[in-house]
C-alpha cells in the first residue's frame, strides 16, 4: 500500500485540526497550501466540513479528520487517482468495496466481526468519502481502483463487493491474479435502462431534493421495499448515502452501457460466493444472480432468509459468518441457507 497520509500543521495554516488531510483527484492537499479552483466541488465541502469540526472539537465529521494512530492510507490508481483505504485486524487479506451510494464507512462497524480473522480493509470508491476522483469516469477505471488497492496488499487478497461495487469487484477479478476468492452481494449486472428514473432524481439535486433522490434510487432502481427504507435512514450511514447521491447518476449510466457477457465469466475460475436476500424485490439484482450461477465454474451461493439488499445491516453477525466460512473453508463453498 502506499504511504500513510501525513498529517499536521503545514506552511502555518491556523487551523484548529492539527491531523488533517483533504483530497484532489490526483494528489493529497496539504492544508495552508490548497486552491479551491483545483477542486472537485465534492471535495472543497468535505475540507471546509473537515476544518469546522476541527475547530469544535467534535467527531461529527469523523470521516474527514484522523487521528495520530489513523489506519487511513491511500493508493494510487492506474489514472493516479488516490483511493483511500481504512484496515483493521490480523490474517489473510480482505477488501470490501462499498456499494452505489456512501462510503467504507457502511463497512467499518462490521471491522470488529472480522478483525480477529482477517486484516480487513474497507476502500472508498472513487468520488467516495475520502478518495479522490478524476474528470472523466467510467467503470473500467473503477475496477481499475479496485485492482490497485489489491495489488497494494501482500500476498494473496480476498475481495467482498456489495451492489455496484460488486460489479467493480468482478470487473477487477479480469485485471489481476492477486484475488484468492471472490464474495459478490447482488452486483446489478443486468440492470435495465433507468434514464427516465434517473433524469429525475438529477432534476432533484439540482433543486436540492436530495433525500428524495436518494429515495427515488433505493425504491425505483434498487427496489427496496419502504419499511427498509424507513430503517435505512435511522442508521448512522444515512447521512454518508445522501452525500454521495450524485455518484449514482453516472453509476447508472455506467451500468445501461454495461453489457453481461455469460461467456466472458465462464472464463474466470476465481471461487466465487453469490450473496443474495431471500426478500430482494429487484427482478434484475434477481437476474445478475442467475446470470453468474449459470456462467461462473467455481461458484457457490448463500441466501438470507429473510433479508433484503442490506443484509450487512440488519443481520451483521450472520452475514459476518456466511462470508469468514466460506473465506476460510478449504473447499470454497459455503450453505446456500441461513
Known sequence: MSKHLVKGRRQGTSLGASKLVCFSGEYLIPMGKWNPTDMHRRQFIQCVMAAYAASLNTHAFAPFVTGPESPLSTVRSKDGTLIAVECAGAGPNLVIVHGGTGDRSRWTPLFPLFASRFRVCAMDRRGHGASGDSPHY???REAEDVAAVVNSRPGTVFL??????????????????????????????????????VDRMERMIQKGDREQALVTFLQEIVMISPSEIAAMKARPSWPGLLASIE??????????????????????????????????????????ISGLLDS?????????????????????????????????STTGRTSTKQ
Not at 301 to 326: I, K, R, W, Y
Open 138 to 140: 467510467s467503470l473500467q
Open 296 to 328: 461462473l465454474p467455481n461458484r457457490s451461493l448463500f441466501v438470507f432468509e429473510g433479508q433484503q439488499h442490506n443484509a450487512m445491516d440488519t443481520v451483521p453477525q450472520q452475514f459476518a459468518e456466511a462470508v469468514g466460512s466460506f473465506l476460510l
Open 247 to 288: 455518484s449514482s447518476i453516472r453509476q447508472a449510466r455506467a451500468l445501461a452501457a454495461y453489457r453481461f457477457d455469460p461467456k466472458r465469466m465462464s472464463t474466470m475460475n476465481v471461487p466465487t460466493l453469490l450473496l443474495t436476500g431471500s426478500e430482494t424485490a429487484s427482478p434484475q439484482l434477481k437476474q445478475a
Open 160 to 197: 467482498l463487493g456489495h451492489s455496484y461495487g460488486g460489479v467493480c469487484a468482478l470487473e477487477a477479478a479480469f485485471l489481476t491474479d492477486k484475488i484468492s476468492k471472490l464474495v459478490l452481494y447482488e452486483p446489478p449486472l443486468q440492470d435495465l435502462d433507468h434514464s427516465a428514473v
